[in-house]
């Protein structure tokens, strides 16, 4: 049949009038408008029920969309049947106020919705954590259940587009938060400092409700994180060797590094290793001097001529090189006779030679004593004597003179005890002389000095009388005659 029509009976059920929704009876209640105390369940029933029968389905509808159109309609009346009969019981007590019959109505309003509400056609979905849910910033009780809001499309309760409903709340899915009223935003799980939630050596990057990671180059994704590649070993399992020829690989974190062994420099691929001509160098194997050099990889070798020996040369630390190289032979060491009793051995490169000691004369193989003195090759000091000793010489200072011989210094013998003069003393290069003032003479000593008799010779030139004093004489008149002023003269 087209058209299904529910007959309920007038006495203690409520039923629904032609033009007058199950919400709208409900809403009447919430908005105060059976306040008085007298006015009863019964006389509710009677305004809201006419004695005539209410067709809950129009138009054609198959058995099954019937049966949900009925069974919807009946679940409406009964809860609004409920939260009458609170509404009335809370009215019969004058005393209490308004806002305590605002909070007995939520809660037995909320205790009746024993069914999911289908006005808003949503489901309940099972959350895998703690959801974020919307709460009232009114002080006022709401029409509807939790944090739900009145849609209005349906002139019902339920929860906005983009929300779940998680039992009379409604919730953010997994992977948003509430922000506002009744809006969710994606939470990025990737914000803020340190590793994230991708962990080390991972980036982290945000999507809707979610986030994805991806490991770092070098890395890959494993149980707990990225963990580093080791390209040096995967090579010998794939055949792919990241360091080329001699080059030798060394893993590092997130990457690898490829090193040469001696004998090679780093391409710039940074992964091959290319030889070094180590002959190309000027000084590699003494060249300048005869010798061959010979370039190997890695390596070289040198072909050395008559005074040189191939020898490998001396180990820096406790790395000793692998090639060898052109040594000069020491023949002073290793024949120590090769020269003359008095000949010297001094080494060159690639040969020898020998030099006559100081004090001898020769090639160098054969040597004699040279008479420095004799030559002239001495260093004797002018006032001084060269003495020849075999193989040398020796240099003594004459007297009055003091130093080593090579150089010396006069002695002015004046200068102690006057040098013995009884006078005067004059020093004089290498010696000294003693000097008598006037009117004495020197004696034979050479030190000591006697007075001259002046008047022994011609009378001391007196005219009369001569008398001798010490270092001088004095001229007199005979009687009757007087000394002239020249005194010699008599008159």
């Known amino acids: 049949m087209c058209s299904l029509e529910l007959w309920v009976q007038s006495r203690g059920t409520i039923q629904q009038p032609a033009g007058l929704s199950a919400a709208a009876v409900v809403w009447d209640l919430w908005n105060g408008k059976f306040r008085d105390p007298e006015q009863d ?44 009969s609170s509404v009335a019981e809370l009215l019969s007590s004058p005393e209490e106020n308004e806002n305590e019959v605002l909070k007995h109505t939520e809660a037995e309003f909320t205790k009746s919705q024993v069914i999911e509400n289908s006005i808003g056609n949503l489901s309940e ?9 919307f709460s009232s910033s009114s002080s006022l009780v709401l029409p509807c259940p939790g944090n739900q809001v009145m849609l209005e499309s349906s002139a019902g309760c339920g929860c906005p587009s983009g929300t779940v409903k998680f039992g009379d709340n409604c919730t953010c899915p997994v992977g948003f938060t ?72 060394k893993n590092t ?50 072909q050395c001529q008559l005074g040189f020996r191939a020898e490998a040369p001396a180990c820096v630390g406790p790395v000793c090189p692998d090639y060898t190289v052109c040594q000069d032979v020491d023949e002073c060491t290793e024949s120590p006779s090769v020269c003359d009793g008095q000949g010297v051995c001094e080494n060159t490169l690639g040969s020898y030679k020998c030099v006559c000691r100081p004090g001898y004369r020769g090639n160098g193989t054969h040597c004699e ?65 003693c000097q008598c003032a006037s009117g004495y003479q020197l004696d034979q000593d050479g030190h000591n000095c006697t007075d001259v008799d002046e008047c022994l010779a011609l009378n001391g030139t007196c005219e009369h009388i001569c008398d001798n004093t010490l270092g001088s004489f004095q001229c007199s008149c005979r009687p009757g005659y007087q000394l002239h002023i020249d005194d010699h003269t008599c008159v």
């Open 178 to 249: 509430l922000e506002g009223a009744a809006e969710c935003k994606d939470v990025d799980e990737c914000e803020g400092e340190g590793p994230g939630p991708c962990g080390l050596h991972a980036s982290c990057t945000n999507t809707p409700g979610s986030y994805s990671c991806s490991c770092l180059r070098g890395y890959l994704m494993g149980a707990g994180g990225c963990h580093d590649i080791d390209e040096c070993a995967l090579a010998a399992v794939t055949g792919l060797q990241a360091c080329q020829g001699e080059a030798e690989c």
């Open 369 to 433: 004593d040279e008479n420095e003195c004799a030559s002239g090759g001495h260093g004797c000091d002018t006032n001084a004597r060269c003495g020849n000793i075999i193989g040398s010489y020796f240099c003594q200072c004459y007297q009055g003179f003091n130093g080593d011989g090579h150089s010396c210094f006069d002695v002015d013998e004046c200068a102690v005890n006057n040098g013995h003069c009884e006078h005067n003393c004059i020093n004089e290069p290498g010696g000294y002389s």
């Open 41 to 84: 369940v019964e006389s509710l029933l009677q305004r809201t029920a006419p004695p005539h029968t209410t067709e809950l389905s129009r138009g054609c509808m198959n058995p099954h969309q019937e049966k949900v159109q009925v069974m919807t309609h009946l679940w409406i009346l009964l809860s609004a049947l409920l939260l009458a």
């Open 253 to 302: 974190p997130g990457s690898f590094t490829c090193s040469c062994p001696a004998g090679y420099v780093m391409a710039l691929n940074g992964q091959t290793c290319v030889d070094v001509d180590e002959c190309s160098f000027e000084e590699q194997c003494r060249r300048e001097l005869g010798n061959v050099c010979v370039n190997t990889p890695g390596s070289f070798i040198c």
């Open 125 to 133: 979905p099972t959350p895998s954590h703690t959801p974020t849910t």
